[in-house]
């Protein structure tokens, strides 16, 4: 007789792509690697924050999210086994601090903003790694932020309310949208919610994130994601 065994994964399906940053070489931040974000371009093409330099930074999905989030089992890192999963913690945010100073600092003198896309994979594993995001957007006024995130009070209400203060704090430059949610300045997907806009990337009405930007230039909008 066959027995079926459900297994409740804690981490990523893919143990091999998760990557030590011991004697990892690499850029903890990427250029977009993927079509949707806009592999093709390296800028944000139209909006306000046209001309940005995009990277993106990608965690270990599961082992740093709320076990709350409605994606838990179908996660789109079902899907992606060639992605680096980096090592969250201390090592990964010397290295931010480093790497956004250079980078920033460079695109400054181009008269550029940079852009970072949190989390590919991933989300706000700590308060003090929330909190270090808004130190950095302190530190370098050319620093934007844009992603999502499904930390609820009922997850970790010091995350939470770490992430409200980056919101209200810099309504500009803090473009991380509420999943999980159907309140304002939310991004679900139409299993979870269908009252919204449907990401237009996925309908065909534009190339890439970077050719949209409805995601950080619409707080006043709530954007569906179809299912993957």
Request: charged share 25%.
């Amino acid at each position: 007789m066959q027995v079926h065994v459900n297994i409740v994964r804690t981490t990523t399906k893919y143990p091999k792509s998760k990557r030590s940053l011991t004697g990892y070489s690499h850029s903890v931040l990427k250029r977009p690697s993927s079509a949707k974000i806009g592999s093709a371009g390296r800028y944000v093409k139209k909006g306000k924050l046209k001309g940005a330099e995009v990277y993106t930074l990608t965690l270990t999905e599961r082992e740093t999210c709320p076990t709350s989030c409605g994606h838990w089992d179908d996660c789109y890192g079902n899907n992606m086994p060639f992605a680096h999963r980096l090592e969250h913690g201390e090592e990964l945010e010397r290295r931010l601090i480093l790497e956004l100073g250079q980078k920033c600092s460079k695109a400054r003198e181009k008269g550029r903003k940079v852009l970072v896309r949190l989390h590919v994979l991933g989300d706000f594993y700590s308060a003090d790694y929330v909190v270090l995001w808004r130190k950095l957007l302190v530190l370098h006024k050319n620093l934007y932020v844009w992603g999502y995130t499904h930390v609820t009070p009922s997850d970790n209400l010091q995350i939470y309310h770490e992430l409200q203060t980056n919101l209200v704090g810099f309504p500009e430059r803090w473009a991380v949208r509420w999943s999980d949610t159907c309140g304002p300045f939310s991004a679900n997907s139409e299993k979870l919610s269908d009252d919204g806009i449907v990401c237009p990337e996925q309908e065909g009405k534009t190339q890439a994130c970077t050719t949209c930007a409805l995601c950080w230039d619409a707080p006043d909008k709530n954007i569906i994601f179809k299912q993957h």
